[in-house]
Protein backbone atom coordinates (compact mmCIF):
# COMPACT_ATOMS: atom_id res chain seq x y z
CA UNK A 1 0.00 0.00 0.00
CA UNK A 2 2.73 2.20 0.89
CA UNK A 3 4.44 1.74 -2.62
CA UNK A 4 0.99 2.23 -4.14
CA UNK A 5 0.57 5.79 -2.18
CA UNK A 6 4.47 6.96 -3.10
CA UNK A 7 3.13 6.57 -6.93
CA UNK A 8 0.11 7.97 -6.59
CA UNK A 9 1.56 10.98 -4.69
CA UNK A 10 4.40 11.12 -7.72
CA UNK A 11 2.66 11.00 -10.85
CA UNK A 12 1.13 14.46 -10.84
CA UNK A 13 4.68 15.80 -9.65
CA UNK A 14 6.47 14.00 -13.16
CA UNK A 15 3.32 16.25 -14.78
CA UNK A 16 4.52 19.31 -13.54
CA UNK A 17 8.35 18.58 -14.28
CA UNK A 18 7.20 17.79 -17.85
CA UNK A 19 6.55 21.62 -18.12
CA UNK A 20 9.61 22.82 -15.99
CA UNK A 21 12.56 19.93 -16.41
CA UNK A 22 14.15 19.15 -19.51
CA UNK A 23 14.26 15.24 -20.70
CA UNK A 24 17.00 14.24 -19.81
CA UNK A 25 16.50 15.25 -16.00
CA UNK A 26 13.40 13.81 -15.73
CA UNK A 27 14.55 10.51 -16.72
CA UNK A 28 16.98 11.05 -13.94
CA UNK A 29 14.42 11.23 -11.64
CA UNK A 30 12.13 8.65 -13.03
CA UNK A 31 14.89 6.14 -12.47
CA UNK A 32 15.98 7.38 -8.78
CA UNK A 33 11.49 7.11 -8.22
CA UNK A 34 11.49 3.66 -10.12
CA UNK A 35 14.18 2.42 -7.89
CA UNK A 36 12.90 3.43 -4.76
CA UNK A 37 9.52 2.03 -5.26
CA UNK A 38 10.91 -1.64 -6.52
CA UNK A 39 13.51 -2.07 -4.15
CA UNK A 40 11.26 -2.86 -1.11
CA UNK A 41 8.54 -4.73 -3.74
CA UNK A 42 12.10 -7.34 -4.21
CA UNK A 43 12.48 -8.37 -0.84
CA UNK A 44 9.26 -8.24 0.16
CA UNK A 45 7.20 -10.86 -2.96
CA UNK A 46 9.30 -13.54 -3.66
CA UNK A 47 7.44 -16.96 -4.89
CA UNK A 48 7.81 -19.93 -3.38
CA UNK A 49 10.61 -22.61 -4.13
CA UNK A 50 9.39 -24.89 -6.32
CA UNK A 51 9.49 -28.73 -4.93
CA UNK A 52 13.05 -30.84 -5.80
CA UNK A 53 11.98 -33.38 -9.05
CA UNK A 54 8.14 -31.71 -9.54
CA UNK A 55 7.52 -31.27 -12.86
CA UNK A 56 8.50 -28.20 -14.74
CA UNK A 57 5.87 -25.06 -14.61
CA UNK A 58 4.33 -23.57 -17.94
CA UNK A 59 3.63 -20.26 -18.65
CA UNK A 60 1.21 -19.99 -22.00
CA UNK A 61 1.88 -16.24 -23.53
CA UNK A 62 0.09 -14.49 -26.23
CA UNK A 63 1.44 -11.25 -28.01
CA UNK A 64 -1.73 -9.38 -30.43
CA UNK A 65 -2.03 -6.00 -31.50
CA UNK A 66 -5.53 -5.46 -31.24
CA UNK A 67 -5.76 -2.05 -33.64
CA UNK A 68 -7.91 -0.34 -30.99
CA UNK A 69 -10.33 -3.46 -31.41
CA UNK A 70 -10.75 -2.98 -34.66
CA UNK A 71 -11.20 -5.97 -36.99
CA UNK A 72 -10.43 -6.44 -41.15
CA UNK A 73 -14.17 -4.83 -41.77
CA UNK A 74 -12.95 -1.81 -39.79
CA UNK A 75 -15.93 -2.47 -37.31
CA UNK A 76 -15.04 -2.24 -33.60
CA UNK A 77 -15.67 -6.05 -32.04
CA UNK A 78 -14.15 -7.05 -28.63
CA UNK A 79 -15.67 -9.86 -27.94
CA UNK A 80 -14.15 -11.01 -31.29
CA UNK A 81 -10.66 -10.14 -29.73
CA UNK A 82 -11.47 -11.97 -26.60
CA UNK A 83 -12.90 -15.33 -28.17
CA UNK A 84 -9.77 -15.02 -30.01
CA UNK A 85 -7.12 -14.46 -27.13
CA UNK A 86 -9.43 -17.27 -25.37
CA UNK A 87 -8.53 -19.87 -28.05
CA UNK A 88 -4.99 -20.16 -26.85
CA UNK A 89 -5.83 -20.22 -23.16
CA UNK A 90 -3.06 -17.77 -22.33
CA UNK A 91 -2.21 -17.12 -18.50
CA UNK A 92 -0.41 -14.04 -19.50
CA UNK A 93 -1.15 -11.70 -22.80
CA UNK A 94 0.71 -8.47 -24.26
CA UNK A 95 -1.51 -5.92 -25.83
CA UNK A 96 0.03 -3.54 -28.44
CA UNK A 97 -2.48 -0.68 -29.75
CA UNK A 98 -4.45 -0.93 -26.68
CA UNK A 99 -6.73 1.93 -26.24
CA UNK A 100 -8.20 3.40 -23.18
CA UNK A 101 -11.46 5.85 -23.96
CA UNK A 102 -9.89 6.90 -26.94
CA UNK A 103 -12.39 8.58 -29.21
CA UNK A 104 -10.81 6.97 -32.33
CA UNK A 105 -12.59 3.79 -31.34
CA UNK A 106 -16.01 5.41 -29.64
CA UNK A 107 -14.10 5.65 -26.13
CA UNK A 108 -14.14 2.21 -25.22
CA UNK A 109 -11.50 0.72 -22.08
CA UNK A 110 -10.07 -2.10 -24.44
CA UNK A 111 -7.85 -2.80 -21.26
CA UNK A 112 -10.21 -2.69 -18.62
CA UNK A 113 -13.00 -4.46 -20.72
CA UNK A 114 -10.74 -7.28 -21.63
CA UNK A 115 -9.67 -7.73 -17.77
CA UNK A 116 -12.77 -8.00 -16.93
CA UNK A 117 -14.22 -10.61 -19.99
CA UNK A 118 -10.74 -12.58 -19.66
CA UNK A 119 -10.56 -12.96 -16.21
CA UNK A 120 -7.36 -11.66 -16.10
CA UNK A 121 -7.24 -9.34 -13.19
CA UNK A 122 -3.84 -7.99 -12.54
CA UNK A 123 -3.24 -5.12 -15.12
CA UNK A 124 -0.09 -2.72 -16.14
CA UNK A 125 -1.02 0.06 -18.54
CA UNK A 126 1.64 1.76 -20.70
CA UNK A 127 0.06 5.27 -22.01
CA UNK A 128 2.88 6.20 -24.44
CA UNK A 129 1.33 8.04 -26.80
CA UNK A 130 -0.89 10.25 -24.57
CA UNK A 131 -2.65 8.70 -21.82
CA UNK A 132 -5.19 6.64 -23.80
CA UNK A 133 -2.98 4.24 -26.08
CA UNK A 134 -0.14 2.19 -25.79
CA UNK A 135 0.60 -1.59 -24.38
CA UNK A 136 -1.08 -3.76 -21.82
CA UNK A 137 0.01 -6.76 -19.93
CA UNK A 138 -2.89 -8.46 -18.46
CA UNK A 139 -1.95 -11.57 -16.44
CA UNK A 140 -4.15 -14.18 -14.21
CA UNK A 141 -0.68 -14.35 -11.78
CA UNK A 142 -0.09 -11.22 -9.59
CA UNK A 143 3.32 -9.27 -11.00
CA UNK A 144 5.89 -8.98 -8.36
CA UNK A 145 7.00 -6.66 -9.61
CA UNK A 146 6.39 -3.79 -12.71
CA UNK A 147 7.32 -0.90 -14.84
CA UNK A 148 6.75 1.24 -17.25
CA UNK A 149 9.23 3.23 -19.57
CA UNK A 150 9.73 5.16 -22.65
CA UNK A 151 11.63 4.00 -25.53
CA UNK A 152 13.99 6.63 -27.04
CA UNK A 153 13.91 9.33 -29.06
CA UNK A 154 11.02 11.34 -27.37
CA UNK A 155 10.06 12.94 -30.46
CA UNK A 156 8.51 10.22 -32.22
CA UNK A 157 5.01 11.59 -34.05
CA UNK A 158 3.67 8.33 -31.60
CA UNK A 159 6.19 7.92 -29.21
CA UNK A 160 6.56 4.03 -28.33
CA UNK A 161 7.39 2.07 -24.76
CA UNK A 162 8.14 -0.65 -23.06
CA UNK A 163 6.06 -2.49 -20.12
CA UNK A 164 8.19 -4.44 -17.72
CA UNK A 165 6.73 -7.25 -15.20
CA UNK A 166 8.04 -9.68 -12.92
CA UNK A 167 6.07 -12.89 -13.16
CA UNK A 168 6.17 -15.98 -10.30
CA UNK A 169 7.31 -19.45 -12.32
CA UNK A 170 8.40 -22.59 -11.04
CA UNK A 171 10.08 -20.99 -8.06
CA UNK A 172 12.08 -18.68 -9.56
CA UNK A 173 10.97 -14.84 -11.46
CA UNK A 174 10.03 -14.56 -14.84
CA UNK A 175 10.81 -11.13 -16.72
CA UNK A 176 8.29 -9.98 -19.16
CA UNK A 177 9.36 -7.32 -21.66
CA UNK A 178 6.33 -6.26 -23.39
CA UNK A 179 6.60 -3.44 -26.30
CA UNK A 180 5.73 -1.61 -29.73
CA UNK A 181 8.23 -0.64 -31.88
CA UNK A 182 8.47 2.49 -34.19
CA UNK A 183 7.15 1.52 -37.59
CA UNK A 184 7.91 2.78 -41.03
CA UNK A 185 10.01 1.96 -44.25
CA UNK A 186 13.57 3.38 -44.70
CA UNK A 187 17.02 3.93 -43.22
CA UNK A 188 16.25 6.25 -40.62
CA UNK A 189 13.14 4.21 -39.85
CA UNK A 190 15.29 1.39 -39.08
CA UNK A 191 18.03 3.06 -37.23
CA UNK A 192 14.86 3.99 -35.32
CA UNK A 193 14.29 0.68 -34.04
CA UNK A 194 18.02 0.18 -33.68
CA UNK A 195 18.21 2.65 -30.78
CA UNK A 196 15.01 0.95 -29.04
CA UNK A 197 16.27 -2.79 -29.21
CA UNK A 198 19.36 -1.36 -27.46
CA UNK A 199 17.20 -0.06 -24.87
CA UNK A 200 15.80 -3.28 -24.92
CA UNK A 201 19.28 -4.76 -24.34
CA UNK A 202 20.15 -2.65 -21.68
CA UNK A 203 16.91 -3.95 -19.41
CA UNK A 204 18.52 -7.93 -19.91
CA UNK A 205 20.37 -8.26 -16.02
CA UNK A 206 22.71 -10.76 -15.44
CA UNK A 207 24.88 -13.09 -17.31
CA UNK A 208 23.33 -15.02 -20.89
CA UNK A 209 22.01 -18.08 -19.49
CA UNK A 210 20.61 -16.58 -16.39
CA UNK A 211 18.10 -13.95 -17.23
CA UNK A 212 14.54 -15.63 -17.59
CA UNK A 213 13.62 -13.01 -19.72
CA UNK A 214 10.96 -12.76 -22.30
CA UNK A 215 10.70 -10.23 -25.09
CA UNK A 216 6.84 -10.05 -26.75
CA UNK A 217 5.57 -7.50 -28.59
CA UNK A 218 5.45 -6.37 -32.58
CA UNK A 219 8.83 -5.50 -33.30
CA UNK A 220 7.88 -3.71 -36.91
CA UNK A 221 10.82 -5.55 -38.32
CA UNK A 222 11.47 -8.35 -40.53
CA UNK A 223 13.48 -11.44 -39.71
CA UNK A 224 16.37 -9.85 -41.96
CA UNK A 225 16.42 -6.68 -40.38
CA UNK A 226 19.18 -5.01 -38.76
CA UNK A 227 16.83 -4.84 -35.25
CA UNK A 228 16.15 -8.51 -35.43
CA UNK A 229 20.14 -9.17 -36.15
CA UNK A 230 20.50 -7.02 -33.22
CA UNK A 231 18.46 -9.37 -30.73
CA UNK A 232 19.92 -12.60 -32.14
CA UNK A 233 23.55 -10.86 -31.23
CA UNK A 234 22.74 -10.39 -27.43
CA UNK A 235 21.54 -14.11 -27.22
CA UNK A 236 18.66 -13.99 -27.50
CA UNK A 237 16.08 -17.33 -28.99
CA UNK A 238 13.41 -15.91 -31.56
CA UNK A 239 10.62 -18.52 -30.24
CA UNK A 240 9.08 -19.17 -33.60
CA UNK A 241 12.07 -20.17 -35.15
CA UNK A 242 13.29 -22.33 -32.13
CA UNK A 243 9.61 -24.13 -32.18
CA UNK A 244 7.13 -22.75 -34.94
CA UNK A 245 5.48 -24.43 -37.59
CA UNK A 246 4.98 -22.77 -40.68
CA UNK A 247 6.23 -19.03 -41.86
CA UNK A 248 5.04 -17.18 -38.57
CA UNK A 249 3.34 -14.68 -40.70
CA UNK A 250 1.49 -12.38 -38.75
CA UNK A 251 0.24 -9.45 -40.59
CA UNK A 252 -1.64 -8.02 -42.29
CA UNK A 253 -4.68 -10.10 -41.29
CA UNK A 254 -6.32 -12.24 -42.74
CA UNK A 255 -3.53 -13.31 -45.43
CA UNK A 256 -0.48 -12.36 -43.59
CA UNK A 257 2.84 -11.84 -45.76
CA UNK A 258 5.15 -10.35 -43.38
CA UNK A 259 6.81 -11.71 -39.67
CA UNK A 260 6.82 -8.83 -37.43
CA UNK A 261 5.43 -10.04 -33.99
CA UNK A 262 7.55 -12.18 -31.99
CA UNK A 263 8.21 -13.62 -28.74
CA UNK A 264 12.05 -14.00 -27.71
CA UNK A 265 13.74 -15.76 -24.67
CA UNK A 266 16.98 -15.58 -23.43
CA UNK A 267 18.61 -19.31 -23.25
CA UNK A 268 17.90 -20.39 -19.59
CA UNK A 269 14.24 -20.71 -21.33
CA UNK A 270 12.60 -23.47 -23.42
CA UNK A 271 9.80 -22.86 -25.49
CA UNK A 272 7.12 -25.23 -27.16
CA UNK A 273 3.56 -24.99 -28.66
CA UNK A 274 4.43 -22.05 -30.98
CA UNK A 275 1.70 -20.86 -33.25
CA UNK A 276 0.22 -17.97 -34.73
CA UNK A 277 -3.76 -18.25 -34.09
CA UNK A 278 -6.06 -17.40 -37.11
CA UNK A 279 -8.46 -14.17 -36.38
CA UNK A 280 -10.43 -11.54 -38.41
CA UNK A 281 -10.33 -9.69 -35.33
CA UNK A 282 -7.67 -7.18 -35.82
CA UNK A 283 -5.01 -6.57 -38.79
CA UNK A 284 -2.55 -8.58 -36.86
CA UNK A 285 -2.92 -12.10 -36.10
CA UNK A 286 -1.90 -13.34 -32.74
CA UNK A 287 1.21 -15.08 -31.85
CA UNK A 288 1.22 -18.14 -28.98
CA UNK A 289 3.63 -19.75 -26.79
CA UNK A 290 4.58 -22.01 -23.78
CA UNK A 291 7.22 -21.08 -21.53
CA UNK A 292 9.23 -22.78 -18.90
CA UNK A 293 12.28 -22.40 -16.95
CA UNK A 294 15.55 -24.85 -18.01
CA UNK A 295 16.94 -27.27 -15.30
CA UNK A 296 15.22 -28.75 -12.23
CA UNK A 297 12.69 -27.52 -10.57
CA UNK A 298 13.67 -25.96 -7.39
CA UNK A 299 17.30 -25.06 -8.62
CA UNK A 300 16.17 -21.61 -10.23
CA UNK A 301 18.20 -18.71 -9.68
CA UNK A 302 16.05 -15.34 -9.46
CA UNK A 303 17.36 -12.97 -11.84
CA UNK A 304 18.73 -9.32 -10.16
CA UNK A 305 16.00 -6.33 -10.19
CA UNK A 306 18.24 -3.43 -11.50
CA UNK A 307 18.24 -0.52 -13.12
CA UNK A 308 15.62 2.03 -13.61
CA UNK A 309 12.88 -0.55 -12.32
CA UNK A 310 9.73 0.99 -12.47
CA UNK A 311 7.23 2.84 -11.78
CA UNK A 312 3.55 4.03 -13.05
CA UNK A 313 5.64 7.22 -13.39
CA UNK A 314 6.27 8.11 -16.60
CA UNK A 315 6.39 11.31 -19.30
CA UNK A 316 3.11 12.21 -21.26
CA UNK A 317 4.14 13.24 -24.79
CA UNK A 318 1.22 14.23 -26.66
CA UNK A 319 -0.39 12.40 -29.30
CA UNK A 320 -0.40 13.10 -33.09
CA UNK A 321 -1.61 11.13 -35.85
CA UNK A 322 0.34 9.61 -38.49
CA UNK A 323 -0.67 7.96 -41.83
CA UNK A 324 0.40 4.32 -42.56
CA UNK A 325 0.09 2.84 -45.67
CA UNK A 326 -0.95 -0.32 -43.92
CA UNK A 327 -3.35 0.75 -41.62
CA UNK A 328 -7.11 2.46 -41.98
CA UNK A 329 -5.88 3.67 -37.97
CA UNK A 330 -2.90 5.12 -39.05
CA UNK A 331 -0.74 2.51 -37.22
CA UNK A 332 1.07 -0.75 -37.80
Known sequence: AALLGLAAVAAPAATTAERRWPAAARRRLLGLAATLL?????????????????????????????????????????????????????????????????????????VAWLARRLAMPHVVFGGHAGRTWGNAVLSRRPFLAAAVEPLPPADLAIPRGLIDVRLPLDGGVLTLLATHLHAGDGTASGAVRLRQVAALRRRLAGPPAARHTVIAGDLNAAPGAAAIARLRRAGLIDAWSEAGVGDGETYPSPAARERIDYLWITPDLAVSKVRVLPSLASDHLPLTAEIRLRGPAGSREEPALTGNRASYLRTRPRSRQISHRHSPLGMK
Not at 61 to 72: D, F, K, L, M, S
Open 38 to 110: LAPAALLFRPAPAAPGAPPERLRIVTYNVHCGAGVDGDLDLEAIARTIEAASPEVVALQEASRGWLVNGGVDL
